[in-house]
């Protein structure tokens, strides 16, 4: 995706828009080499490589994060024994070898991450850190109420109870539609509890991460986090919203 440069400078922290904006005009910085001096100047943090005096931007040298909004009908590990079109497919021109944090069924849309920072990926990945998961999913059928309570207030699944979670119905999209938020991420485990009240998924989709949607990145496009949202996250302690 491209962006201003003095909004990716920012982002990497090296300097504030402002100051970013007299560098560029000082002819300081460059795009893959070639310094670059108009204001307007775009680039694509993904794949350009920017410096600043000939230093690489601190991205470029370590850490990426990548929000990928996943269309159905890709697999989300690495590689796949029966040749299925990956995640990884759909990051090309990245450099950085990334790998997906946790999964999405094949035929489940939506947001997910992919990074080269292992501690990050386990942290996302533990309970004890309460990230939330938001899903809108397609039911077959209409719930009852007292069943939705309960896989709110949480079930045994593979012998283990599920946090508390949070579901609505989803009133822009009528009525077999709803939405529900998980603090964690097992296995299939959206699609499980919903079976567990005899109300299988026929849609899912993951509409939000934590503080990340999907504003602004169509189905099959991505973006890279800024070192400040990396941040965030490295830091996410669950907030009041989601104290279920
Ligand atoms: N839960 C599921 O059942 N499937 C997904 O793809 C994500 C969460």
Not at 4 to 19: D, H, P
Not at 147 to 153: C, I, N, T, V, Y
Request: hydrophobic share 40%; charged share 30%; net charge positive.
């Amino acid at each position: 995706m491209l962006e201003r440069l003095q909004k990716i400078m920012a982002e990497a922290g090296v300097t504030s828009r402002r100051k970013a904006e007299k560098l560029i005009l000082e002819g300081r910085v460059a795009v893959n080499g070639r310094a670059v001096t108009a204001l307007g100047s775009k680039a694509d943090p993904a794949r350009d490589k920017i410096s600043v005096d000939g230093r690489p931007l601190p991205r470029a040298a370590g850490r990426l994060v990548i929000l990928l909004n996943k269309p159905d009908g890709y697999i989300s590990t690495v590689s796949d024994p029966q040749h299925r079109p990956t995640v990884l497919s759909l990051v090309r021109g990245v450099k950085e070898r990334v790998y997906p944090v946790g999964r999405l069924d094949y035929h489940s849309t939506g947001l997910i991450l992919l990074t080269n920072d292992g501690e990050l990926a386990n942290f996302l990945m533990t309970r004890a850190a309460r990230v939330p998961r938001t899903y809108y999913v397609k039911l077959k059928g209409e719930p009852a109420p007292e069943d939705l309570g309960k896989l709110e207030r949480g079930i045994v699944l593979d012998g283990r109870r599920t946090l508390p979670c949070r579901i609505h119905p989803l009133a822009e999209r009528g009525k077999p539609w709803f939405e529900i938020t998980l603090l964690e991420g097992r296995n299939h485990q959206v699609r499980r509890m919903f079976e567990r009240i005899g109300q299988p998924v026929l849609k899912l989709k993951r509409v939000r991460i934590a503080f990340l949607t999907d504003r602004g990145i169509a189905a099959g496009q991505f973006r890279v986090l800024s070192p400040k949202e990396i941040e965030r996250l490295k830091r996410w302690k669950p907030d009041d919203d989601y104290k279920f």
